[in-house]
């Protein structure tokens, strides 16, 4: 049998071979009688990357040249432009922009992972037509693939009747290569228009099939209310791990609908234990927020712009009114997950969105205390996938397991943070273990930074580089330098 771990160590891509020169790696010299690093860039050959950005290039050179830290530096040249070097293939459709970006090391696109992947890259796109044109071309994929399927995770580039998981006991479809039911999913497709025309004023990309997808959007956000019987998903798969599959005949737990939404897997493609996962419906209710801000401004869609709102408060009430829970340590503080009837799951997972995550998302404020409480559970011993040891801290999650730590996670905490301390110290542990590879890794152990999985995993890889950039945005590429 099959699992999601063993594909990707099997997953063979006609990609890949653009991807990285295994002879490329840091090479020791001797210069002066010593013995020191020389750090060689891992990119691929310029005739080789899948997409060059002028912008994109002229933010590496900038950047790198003020990072004193010369394996920070190596590390940021490897990383920031990874999604466009080896993920991204664009071109023309229907007379209009189309893009495709895989994970990395697996050959489907999945709509959170391919928003997140070119993220960085947005506030760039007004000085670099070309990269404005990719970046919309990705927004009419995404529109497309929510039209194909919304309960979709993860999308192929053309038909796949043979696909990997094609078995899935659920309605799958020759476009589809998953199809797990995760809120974040639309909310990532939702962040990725309203962010670009934000950025660069274009509403080219909001045309008559974008409005049916986010009708869809809406509809499956109801149905997943469960407000009048369990709606039209299930999902069930034949597999040895426990997480890869829904229990109760592929529905889930109960859940008591108080107007949250479920979500039948989390960011990480693992079912959900409780089916009102707290950050993914906080998502939702900004996503909503931006569907109504679009329908008003660009396609004067009254009808979009007042359901979106409705639903939005509605989601937003439940989440003051189920969503929040007193710990006896913490005080007041968002559990991970909730099902209505009053039991709460406190932990918290490394993917994004997570609990960690929602200020960097602007699904919270960053002075929202009951968040600030929650930070400081899931960064502790009390979240029971916060993993400790001599190769670093950072949170993890059931997808890999006991003691590996997602780097993701140390970069989340980075972002959200107010201490230039804390920034220097998670800093410290990215660049410390890259098993002295140059990228990020999906997760490393605690005590052993060569134990790592996902040697290509290009939405870290980016995060890791926006990490640096906006560092360096904000006057503090000193606290890159003072490690």
């Given at each position: 049998?099959?699992?999601?771990?063993?594909?990707?160590?099997?997953?063979?891509?006609?990609?890949?071979?653009?991807?990285?020169?295994?002879?490329?790696?840091?090479?020791?010299?001797?210069?002066?009688?010593?013995?020191?690093?020389?750090?060689?860039?891992?990119?691929?050959?310029?005739?080789?990357?899948?997409?060059?950005?002028?912008?994109?290039?002229?933010?590496?050179?900038?950047?790198?040249?003020?990072?004193?830290?010369?394996k920070?530096?190596?590390?940021?040249?490897?990383?920031?432009?990874?999604?466009?070097?080896?993920?991204?293939?664009?071109?023309?459709?229907?007379?209009?922009?189309?893009?495709?970006?895989?994970?990395?090391?697996?050959?489907?696109?999945?709509?959170r992972?391919?928003?997140?992947?070119?993220?960085?890259?947005?506030?760039?796109?007004?000085?670099?037509?070309?990269?404005?044109?990719?970046?919309?071309?990705?927004?009419?994929?995404?529109?497309?693939?929510?039209?194909?399927?919304?309960?979709?995770?993860?999308?192929?580039?053309?038909?796949?009747?043979?696909?990997?998981?094609?078995?899935?006991?659920?309605?799958?479809?020759?476009?589809?290569?998953?199809?797990?039911?995760?809120?974040?999913?639309?909310?990532?497709?939702?962040?990725?228009?309203?962010?670009?025309w934000?950025?660069?004023?274009?509403t080219?990309?909001?045309?008559?099939?974008?409005?049916?997808?986010?009708?869809?959007?809406?509809?499956?956000?109801?149905?997943?209310?469960?407000?009048?019987g369990?709606?039209?998903?299930?999902?069930?798969?034949?597999?040895?791990?426990?997480?890869?599959?829904?229990?109760?005949?592929?529905?889930?737990n109960?859940?008591?609908?108080?107007?949250?939404?479920?979500?039948?897997?989390?960011?990480?493609?693992?079912?959900?234990?409780?089916?009102?996962?707290?950050?993914?419906?906080f998502?939702?209710?900004?996503?909503?927020?931006?569907?109504?801000?679009?329908a008003?401004?660009?396609?004067?869609?009254?009808?979009?712009?007042?359901?979106?709102?409705?639903?939005?408060?509605?989601?937003?009430?439940?989440?003051?009114?189920?969503?929040?829970?007193d710990?006896?340590?913490?005080?007041?503080?968002?559990?991970?997950?909730?099902?209505?009837?009053?039991?709460?799951?406190l932990?918290?997972?490394?993917?994004?969105?997570?609990?960690?995550?929602?200020?960097?998302?602007?699904?919270?404020?960053?002075?929202?205390?009951?968040?600030?409480?929650?930070?400081?559970?899931?960064?502790?011993?009390?979240?029971?996938?916060?993993?400790?040891?001599?190769?670093?801290?950072?949170?993890?999650?059931?997808?890999?397991?006991?003691?590996?730590?997602?780097?993701?996670?140390?970069?989340?905490?980075?972002?959200?943070?107010?201490?230039?301390?804390?920034?220097?110290?998670?800093?410290?542990?990215?660049?410390?273990?890259d098993?002295?590879?140059?990228?990020?890794?999906?997760?490393?152990?605690?005590?052993?930074?060569?134990?790592?999985?996902?040697?290509?995993?290009?939405?870290?890889?980016?995060?890791?580089?926006?990490?640096?950039?906006?560092?360096?945005?904000?006057?503090k590429?000193?606290?890159?330098?003072?490690?």
């Amino acid at each position: 049998m099959t699992t999601r771990r063993n594909f990707l160590k099997k997953s063979t891509l006609a990609f890949s071979a653009l991807a990285f020169n295994p002879s490329w790696a840091a090479a020791s010299v001797s210069a002066a009688g010593q013995s020191k690093t020389h750090y060689v860039c891992k990119r691929p050959l310029a005739g080789e990357r899948r997409f060059t950005s002028v912008a994109v290039e002229r933010t590496i050179a900038g950047v790198k040249a003020k990072i004193k830290d010369p394996k920070l530096a190596w590390m940021f040249e490897n990383c920031y432009p990874n999604t466009l070097d080896t993920t991204v293939f664009h071109g023309v459709k229907n007379g209009r922009p189309d893009t495709f970006v895989i994970t990395g090391d697996i050959n489907a696109m999945w709509l959170r992972d391919s928003t997140a992947q070119v993220w960085p890259y947005m506030p760039l796109m007004k000085s670099d037509p070309a990269l404005k044109n990719m970046i919309a071309g990705l927004v009419n994929r995404q529109t497309a693939c929510i039209l194909i399927d919304p309960y979709a995770n993860a999308f192929n580039n053309e038909p796949h009747p043979d696909g990997e998981w094609m078995s899935d006991i659920t309605d799958m479809k020759p476009m589809l290569h998953e199809r797990k039911w995760e809120i974040d999913s639309l909310c990532y497709a939702v962040r990725l228009g309203y962010h670009y025309w934000k950025e660069t004023g274009d509403t080219s990309v909001f045309d008559a099939d974008w409005t049916k997808a986010m009708n869809l959007v809406i509809q499956t956000f109801r149905e997943q209310q469960r407000k009048e019987g369990h709606g039209p998903y299930t999902f069930l798969r034949k597999t040895e791990r426990q997480l890869d599959t829904v229990n109760n005949m592929g529905l889930g737990n109960p859940v008591n609908p108080v107007g949250l939404i479920v979500s039948s897997f989390r960011p990480s493609d693992d079912a959900t234990t409780f089916g009102f996962l707290v950050p993914s419906n906080f998502f939702a209710v900004a996503s909503l927020k931006q569907i109504a801000e679009i329908a008003k401004k660009v396609t004067n869609d009254n009808s979009l712009a007042h359901d979106s709102l409705a639903l939005a408060d509605e989601v937003s009430e439940a989440l003051q009114r189920y969503a929040v829970v007193d710990h006896p340590k913490y005080g007041k503080v968002y559990p991970f997950e909730v099902d209505g009837f009053g039991n709460a799951y406190l932990m918290d997972d490394a993917n994004v969105p997570s609990l960690l995550a929602m200020p960097y998302l602007g699904t919270v404020s960053p002075d929202d205390q009951v968040y600030h409480n929650t930070r400081k559970l899931v960064l502790s011993s009390d979240n029971p996938y916060f993993f400790k040891g001599s190769a670093g801290e950072g949170i993890g999650g059931p997808h890999i397991g006991y003691d590996m730590i997602w780097p993701m996670s140390i970069i989340m905490r980075a972002q959200t943070s107010t201490s230039d301390e804390e920034i220097r110290h998670c800093l410290r542990m990215l660049r410390d273990s890259d098993a002295d590879t140059g990228f990020m890794h999906e997760s490393f152990h605690k005590d052993d930074p060569s134990n790592f999985t996902r040697s290509w995993f290009a939405w870290v890889n980016t995060l890791f580089g926006e990490l640096i950039v906006d560092l360096e945005r904000k006057g503090k590429i000193n606290l890159v330098n003072t490690l």
